[in-house]
């Protein structure tokens, strides 16, 4: 009787188990760069889909497993990412503690579910040595897990490339110490608008890197896909670690049909892209109301425009990992 019950029990907790619930770094393993694609482990081209978590010292409630594991199952992210801010209040330069915490919280999450995760220095001025104190931390916590990507400049705003690439290659040469393998993504100048800057003159001697491009399609469109497809023909790998369909501000209406036009760029030239951001602000990007929980089960009444948006786009694309 017992056998039977526990038998019972088992299909009970498969026919509940979630869509979207499948373990894509099982899948892929290893992350790595061939060129300019990004591959799996067995070196076949891989492309991650998710949602960028808001800033987390004015969204700290959001930063929890329950957030990550819904992120996944219901909206069939393969990546999210942890979006710590550096300045101003609360950030990590003025509390390291607590911003490391919230970081691991989504980390650790993250590999309990089996997503990649970005580890994202979400800053837009060079903090040479908090940098390398923080990611020398996060290399020797999380190296050994293919789960985790560093994301080391956000937006650079004000400086030059020669700037952001000699602040790269410290933070670089400090995560390498201790991870040898795991992509690591470099910003560029102008809210990571100038790849092309990047692709005449890349970072030398390192593997596994990848370059960001960000794009807000109300105010981004042809003339940044363009330079973006110079890059790649130079052999530049990019990474979309942040988009979405508004105002580069954040704000104002979607353009949805602009959007559309990215998300195809990038699924053509295999770039992988996520969405910013898993927030409740009032303003466009955000994508979740006050009435969103903090820990998941978002409901169709808690999610913005731009939430429903992004949800059916990161689903249709992900498609193959909602089984
Ligand atoms: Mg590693």
Redesign the pocket.
Same mark, same amino acid.
């Given at each position: 009787m017992k056998t039977v019950y526990s038998l019972l029990l088992a299909c009970m907790v498969i026919v509940y188990l979630p869509a979207g619930a499948q373990n894509v770094v099982r899948q892929h393993g290893q992350l790595q760069v061939k060129g300019a694609q990004l591959c799996n482990q067995k070196g076949e081209p891989v492309v991650l889909r998710g949602m960028s978590f808001g800033w987390h010292n004015f969204w700290p409630r959001f930063y929890n497993g329950g957030a990550v594991q819904w992120l996944q199952q219901d909206w069939g992210c393969t990546v999210v990412r942890a979006a710590m801010g550096v300045e101003p209040r609360r950030g990590y330069k003025q509390d390291s503690a607590g911003s490391v915490r919230a970081v691991k919280a989504v980390v650790d999450a993250a590999i309990a579910a089996g997503i990649y995760v970005i580890i994202d220095w979400h800053s837009h001025n060079i903090n040479l040595e908090e940098a390398r104190t923080f990611f020398a931390q996060m290399a020797q916590e999380y190296?050994?897990y293919p789960n985790v990507i560093y994301e080391i400049f956000n937006e650079p705003e004000r400086q030059s490339w020669d700037e952001v690439k000699a602040y790269s290659a410290e933070v670089i040469g400090t995560i390498r110490k201790w $991870?040898? $393998?795991?992509i690591i993504l470099v910003g560029s100048p102008h809210w990571d608008q100038d790849v092309h800057l990047a692709a005449d003159a890349p970072l030398q001697g390192f593997s596994n890197l990848m370059y960001t491009l960000h794009f807000y399609a109300a105010t981004h469109k042809q003339s940044l896909r363009d330079r973006g497809t110079y890059a790649l023909k130079k052999g530049l790998p990019l990474f979309i670690s942040e988009s979405a369909g508004m105002e580069a501000t954040g704000n104002g209406p979607l353009n949805e049909s602009e959007w559309l036009q990215w998300i195809e760029w990038a699924e053509q030239n295999g770039v992988s892209w996520v969405t910013w951001s898993v927030s409740d602000k009032d303003e466009t990007c955000s994508v979740l109301l006050p009435s969103a929980a903090s820990d998941g089960g978002w409901k169709e009444t808690d999610l913005k425009e731009s939430g429903k948006k992004a949800r059916a786009l990161i689903r249709k694309y992900n498609k193959v990992y909602l089984k």
């Open positions: 190296g050994q $991870d040898p $393998d795991n």
